[in-house]
């Protein structure tokens, strides 16, 4: 059984994947468009807001070297 810390490190895994995958396709999405694809699509149990979406997407890119998500006005694109 899994602790909740546990579980919740797997949910922000998942979603940054998710993006990821996501900004290989379309290049660029504001935290709107990513919490709508993945909230419509079923991806993870309950829902995920814009905010959320930002703030893992923000954490990523400020403790990682090189930084995989970047961020312009609220676009987020990936870093490569």
């Given at each position: 059984?899994?602790?909740?810390?546990?579980?919740?490190?797997?949910?922000r895994e998942i979603i940054k994947a998710v993006v990821h995958t996501y900004?290989?396709?379309?290049?660029?999405?504001?935290?709107?468009?990513?919490?709508?694809?993945?909230?419509?699509?079923?991806?993870?149990?309950?829902?995920?807001?814009?905010?959320?979406?930002?703030?893992?997407?923000?954490?990523?890119?400020?403790?990682?070297?090189p930084k995989r998500f970047k961020s312009v006005n609220g676009v987020w694109?990936?870093?490569?």
């Amino acid at each position: 059984m899994t602790s909740i810390s546990e579980r919740n490190l797997n949910r922000r895994e998942i979603i940054k994947a998710v993006v990821h995958t996501y900004l290989k396709l379309n290049q660029r999405a504001t935290a709107k468009e990513l919490a709508l694809f993945i909230n419509e699509n079923s991806l993870l149990q309950g829902t995920v807001t814009k905010e959320y979406i930002s703030n893992i997407l923000g954490r990523a890119t400020f403790k990682c070297y090189p930084k995989r998500f970047k961020s312009v006005n609220g676009v987020w694109r990936l870093n490569v």
